[in-house]
């Protein structure tokens, strides 16, 4: 029996047990929901103390004219943002004088938009052409992708050629201690320990489940508040059909019944010729192991 199948069936198995909630769960009542509109403009100041954009935005048909004006945002998107820059975010409007404020930034620069796009369709086409040999097994290579980092910057599977991988999916607001949080302590273990042991090849990458949420401020926050040293760490994230291709690809079930993401859990070791060497699935490894197989041990 082919090993993704064994996987799959395991994988469903831990999805009734594993879950990781969109946001913090209670009884309550649900808010009635916030007006949103789909904004895009260049920002002409930050004021990260204040956690502000002055942003120059372009005309939002049936709402308001192009003007410049502030909008509040998280510490995240005020770190993350720059003079400048292009983005596309959503806008809340503020209620009884409140402050206007914008949530879910993304950059902006069309040529990057349209490298990521095509490599998505191309990753698409892929996934569907492999069928049922989608997911990919030790000993294949790494799928071809292209996704944002925690700094906005575009990040082409290309760039890892000659480096070895560690890679993992994670996402920002998982509340349970063993699925997402000890993977990434684990991974920042494994990071320290490689270093210590020599190993200067490797690069650590964790990519996001939850796209739609998990902007690439969004994730350099994650990493400023866990003090992830990201020399050599990126936390990916993109189009949510690029991020299901590769979830497919790599053999990890995510999906979410109502506020609740269930997933399981993979980290893979990937050398210099793109080539998956070794995976773990679940949260029981241990860093050492996969340090012995970057040294080659």
């Not at 993979?266 to 040294?295: C, Q, Y």
């Amino acid at each position: 029996m082919k090993t993704s199948v064994l996987l799959a069936a395991g994988a469903l198995l831990l999805l009734g047990a594993a879950g990781c909630g969109r946001s913090g769960s209670g009884a309550t009542a649900a808010a009635p929901a916030e007006k949103r509109y789909p904004l895009t403009g260049e920002v002409v100041r930050v004021d990260a103390a204040r956690r502000v954009l002055v942003v120059q935005h372009d005309e939002i048909k049936d709402f308001m004219p192009a003007m410049t004006m502030e909008f509040s945002v998280s510490a995240g998107d005020a770190t993350a943002a720059r003079p400048g820059q292009r983005i596309r975010a959503e806008l809340i409007p503020g209620e009884k004088g409140g402050a206007w404020r914008l949530e879910r930034i993304w950059p902006d620069n069309q040529a990057d938009a349209a490298a990521v796009a095509a490599q998505a369709a191309a990753l698409r086409q892929d996934t569907l052409i492999r069928g049922q040999s989608a997911y990919r097994e030790v000993g294949e290579k790494l799928p071809d992708f292209a996704l944002y980092d925690q700094e906005g910057r575009v990040v082409q599977s290309a760039r890892f050629h000659g480096k070895q991988i560690m890679l993992n999916f994670i996402f920002s607001r998982c509340p349970v201690a063993t699925m997402c949080p000890a993977s990434t302590q684990k991974m920042m273990g494994t990071q320290k320990l490689a270093r210590e042991s020599g190993v200067k090849n490797i690069e650590f990458v964790s990519i996001t489940l939850d796209p739609a949420y998990d902007t690439p401020a969004v994730l350099k926050e994650y990493a400023a508040v866990r003090g992830i040293d990201t020399s050599n760490f990126a936390f990916l994230t993109g189009p949510e059909s690029a991020i299901n291709d590769l979830l497919t690809q790599f053999g990890v079930i995510a999906e979410f019944d109502g506020g609740l993401l269930k997933h399981t859990l993979a980290t893979l070791l990937i050398d210099e010729n793109g080539r998956i060497i070794h995976r773990a699935d679940g949260s029981a490894w241990v860093p050492a192991d996969f340090v012995a197989k970057m040294r080659k041990e």
